[in-house]
T-cell receptor, first 111, second 113 residues
């Protein structure tokens, strides 16, 4: 089955700096890669996703890149703000199959 | 009007007891899930139902029994609770199996003493 590894487990950045979180997946047939943000005590919420026919996707300060050959994808947050502090989860799935999550990255943005 | 609602939000109980968590969605989605989030924040799927039919049943002790009375509801019953069952349980929905965004409920924090 699918296995998703996520790094780093914790990340501290200064406000205004960029943050990058990386994930690798094992199932070469996986074709859907979402990222979820979970604020303290809240539910996970989708912030961006990418499908395997696309190499990069941007939405304002966040972007996701996908390298299918290497089976890894990354989340990039630019101009970080204190409200970006949260746990971020990557995930992967093959269409029609279950979503498998990475272990999460605790992002702290210091002001 | 909450899209995915769970009750109760907090549950504190003794080892050996039986408890249930309920989930209701008004999104009209076909697929509902139960996820368990442990103290290390790891999100692990437990069950998935599509149109009231069980389609995913992970390696979960048979003390856990899901039940979907209709497409809008998915309940989780846990028998003989153990300390290791303490976690946050999230209900989630999607338009279909693996078809995109998961919409999570607020979570139910279960503490077993």
């Amino acid at each position: 089955g699918e296995n998703v590894e996520q790094h780093p487990s914790t990340l501290s950045v200064q406000e205004g700096d960029s943050a990058v979180i990386k994930c690798t997946y094992s199932d070469s047939a996986s074709n859907y890669f979402p990222w979820y943000k979970q604020e303290l005590g809240k539910r996970p919420q989708l912030i961006i996703d990418i499908r395997s026919n696309v190499g990069e996707k941007k939405d304002q300060r966040i972007a996701v890149t996908l390298n299918k050959t290497a089976k890894h994808f990354s989340l990039h947050i630019t101009e970080t703000q204190p409200e970006d502090s949260a746990v971020y989860f990557c995930a992967a799935s093959r269409y029609g199959n279950k979503l498998v999550f990475g272990a999460g990255t605790i992002l702290r943005v210091k002001s | 009007d909450t899209a995915v609602s769970q009750t109760p939000k907090y549950l504190v109980t003794q080892m050996g007891n039986d408890k249930s968590i309920k989930c209701e969605q008004n999104l009209g989605h076909d697929t509902m899930y139960w996820y368990k989030q442990d103290s290390k924040k790891f999100l692990k799927i437990m069950f998935s139902y599509n149109n009231k039919e069980l389609i995913i049943n992970e390696t979960v002790p048979n003390r856990f029994s899901p039940k979907s009375p209709d497409k809008a509801h998915l309940n989780l019953h846990i028998n003989s609770l153990e300390l290791g069952d303490s976690a946050v349980y999230f209900c989630a929905t999607s338009g279909g199996p693996g078809t995109g965004e998961l919409f999570f409920g607020e979570g139910s924090r279960l503490t077993v003493l």
